[in-house]
């Protein structure tokens, strides 16, 4: 939807309480990240950026050619070896790219060739499928699926219940408006309209439901950034407005139906939040961060603790001790601080 511009807000040099900053190879906007193992995580972003460790503390830059002016705002990776980074932008600017050898080789495996297109998130199933999430035509939100070998992309059927509302699309801020808990279920999150809203699918994208979100709205700016799910019933949305990071409004909602309902949270930190995401390995600890800090819950995100007031674009753990931040200027940060199910969770 919005391609965002690099932030001005500063930068915390030192260790920030719960995060540890590392050294960054690069001072570009960093906003795909995905986190494969506690040692292996791969990040992408602005001006054809990817970038990948190994060990959890040192970070390489991998070329990708001819990719030197495009944004990879989300990237999947399943081993140091194989990664799958999708650039966001009008038309042909959204474009995935597929590497099965560390970075050493990059191919262009499908472009946007609709002028008016924009994808915005990818995600992938344990049966081989990817699935792109874009902004909407005048049919409807757009969900393109690939074979379950990744080479054939084409674009799902769009029922009457994805019909968009003026202004509605979907916020390429960190990856995660599109999650997918299994081969069948699937959640997207919108904004720039009157009303936030959650499309979701329980047959693998066939038929979809959708409804409204109670987060900031009524603005190009504002809406729901980022959806996770911990099983079929229990979920969490975040958003806000990310040009007023502080607009006073609930930037939390959490269902126990699904999605068919949910309850607004004002969470810490206050303000934006373009990501949130369960911790593997914990029973109900969530983290959410934005441009105005980071914040766990361990109660499905009902109660929060801030962690840092950094701003990051992104965040992803591999379990409740090994995870990572990305932001602005090439932040790269991995958590530090306490062990995330220490806490008693919630039931």
């Given at each position: ?6 932030t ?17 190879p ?5 906003r ?11 990040a ?17 830059q991998i070329?990708?050619?001819g990719?030197e ?12 070896q ?6 966001a932008?009008p ?16 191919e262009?495996r ?7 297109g924009?994808?915005?998130?990818i ?9 792109v999430f ?6 409807g939100l757009?969900f393109w699926?690939?074979?379950?070998n990744?080479?054939?992309?084409q674009r799902?059927n ?8 003026p ?8 990856g ?10 699937l ?6 309209a009157?009303r ?7 047959d693998?994208?066939l ?6 979100l109670p987060l900031a ?11 996770s ?7 969490i ?5 990310y ?8 930037n939390i ?19 934006f939040?373009?990501?949130?995401t ?7 600890t969530?983290v ?5 800090g ?18 990051v674009?992104t965040?992803?753990?591999?379990d409740?001790?090994?995870g ?15 062990p ?6 919630s039931?």
């Open positions: 939807m919005t391609l965002f511009p690099l001005a807000i500063a930068q915390t040099l030192a260790a920030d309480g719960a995060w540890q900053r590392l050294e960054s690069v001072r570009t906007e960093l795909g990240l995905s986190v494969v193992s506690k040692q292996i995580a791969w992408s972003g602005a001006q054809g950026t990817v970038l990948r460790t190994t060990d959890g503390e040192h970070w390489q070329p990708v050619p990719a002016k495009l944004d990879f705002r989300a990237i999947r990776a399943f081993s140091d194989v990664a799958w980074i999708m650039s932008g038309g042909e600017q959204s474009r995935i790219f597929v590497t099965q050898d560390g970075g050493t080789h990059w262009p499908f472009i946007n060739t609709d002028p008016n924009f994808w915005n998130a995600t992938a199933s344990a049966d081989g499928r990817f699935t874009g902004d909407p035509d005048a049919s757009q699926q690939t074979d379950t990744g080479q054939h992309l799902l769009t029922p009457t219940a994805l019909r968009p509302l202004a509605e699309g979907a916020f390429a801020a960190s995660t408006c599109l999650f997918q808990l299994n081969p069948q279920s959640w997207a999150v919108t904004g720039g009157e936030a809203r959650i499309a979701y699918s329980h693998g994208g038929q979809w439901q959708i409804r409204d709205a009524g603005a190009a700016s504002r809406g729901a950034f980022s959806v799910f911990r099983d079929t019933q229990h979920g949305v975040a958003g806000g407005d040009k007023e990071i502080h607009y006073d409004s609930p909602a959490v269902t126990q139906d699904g999605g068919n309902s949910w309850q607004s949270i004002r969470a810490l930190p206050a303000g939040l373009s990501v949130v369960h911790v593997p390995g914990t029973n109900n969530v959410a961060g934005g441009l105005t980071s914040g766990v819950s361990h109660d499905g995100g009902i109660h929060w603790r801030q962690l840092s007031t950094t701003p674009n965040i992803a753990f591999a409740a001790k090994h990572w931040a990305i932001g602005p200027k090439g932040l790269l940060m991995r958590y530090q601080g306490a995330l199910d220490v806490q008693t969770d039931k």
